[in-house]
């Protein structure tokens, strides 16, 4: 069984920061891909940004410049800095995984949520 449990969100300013941690826990081998994504209120989930294993990054491309996805594979954590928030970033935000499970199983995990909140 794999956990993974987000922090780091909150309300905050228009123009403001907030850094999201995602950390991974349970039994398994390694993780392969790691992402965040968010889903507002009415709205689909969307990919925001994700990395590879060997730090390879994609973002969604309204949100380049802005936002900035790292990870610490020696922690099993995935982190999202965010930067100039606007009140369209509201949402919950959400973690994603591919994990080796076994040397032969991956398996994808999602986070429970945290909630940010861009708000004057």
């Known amino acids: 069984q794999v956990q993974l449990v987000e922090s780091g969100g909150g309300l905050v300013q228009p123009g403001g920061s907030l850094r999201l941690s995602c950390a991974a826990s349970?039994?398994?081998?390694?993780?392969?891909?790691m992402g965040w994504y968010r889903q507002a209120p009415g709205k689909q989930r969307e990919l925001v940004a994700a990395i590879t294993s060997d730090y390879h990054t994609n973002y969604a491309d309204p949100l380049k410049g802005r936002f900035t996805i790292s990870r610490d594979n020696t922690k099993n954590t995935v982190y999202l800095q965010m930067n100039s928030l606007e009140p369209e970033d509201t949402a919950v935000y959400y973690c994603?995984?591919?994990?080796?499970?076994?040397?032969?199983?991956?398996?994808?995990?999602w986070g429970q949520g945290t909630q940010v909140t861009v708000s004057s």
């Open positions: 349970g039994h398994f081998i390694s993780i392969n891909y």
């Open positions: 994603n995984a591919e994990v080796w499970v076994t040397s032969a199983r991956r398996d994808a995990y």
